[in-house]
């Protein structure tokens, strides 16, 4: 088994705050990221993928295959969007790199399903020091 990566990037804005509660406890719980008029993260996504190499070609995936998966059903969706207001599988959610990790795992583990090769995780950088990685459970 070994694993494969790609790197991909996108811009967003979002705004992460609970619409039950007030405007004191949404800042005492999510600090500048509930700010009302929306804010901007320059986010990284690692897609890996697990799999046996291919004998004929050496590779596990082809990663440019793999990045135009992912350009397609995620980069495009995303870039220069508002997570909040422009991205469908977004819609009622909380807006946290960790709801979103889940939604880009989630579209991506079936296309990115071959009879050698599956998706293992992906890691999502929010901001230098914060990020999060999910597996499918
Ligand atoms: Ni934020």
């Known amino acids: 088994m070994i694993f494969v990566t790609r790197k991909m990037h996108f811009n967003a804005a979002h705004r992460v705050y609970q619409p039950n509660w007030s405007d004191e406890q949404n800042q ?4 500048k990221c509930a ?3 929306w804010h901007g993260h320059n986010y990284d996504l690692f897609v890996t993928v697990k799999g046996e190499i291919n004998p004929e070609t050496g ?3 082809d990663l440019n295959w793999m990045k135009k998966i992912i350009e397609e059903h995620i980069i495009e969706e ?3 969007k508002n997570l ?3 991205v469908p599988f977004m819609k ?4 946290s790199t960790e709801v979103l990790a889940v939604e880009i795992f989630n579209i991506l583990k079936p296309l990115l399903l071959g009879d050698t090769y599956a998706l293992h995780g992906i890691k ?3 901001t230098e020091r914060n990020f999060v990685e999910y597996f499918g459970n």
């Open 78 to 80: 995303l870039d220069h």
């Open 35 to 37: 700010n009302a008029n």
């Open 59 to 61: 590779f596990v995936v």
């Open 84 to 86: 909040n207001l422009d």
């Open 28 to 31: 005492a719980c999510f600090g």
């Open 92 to 95: 009622d959610k909380m807006a």
């Open 124 to 126: 999502l950088v929010e």
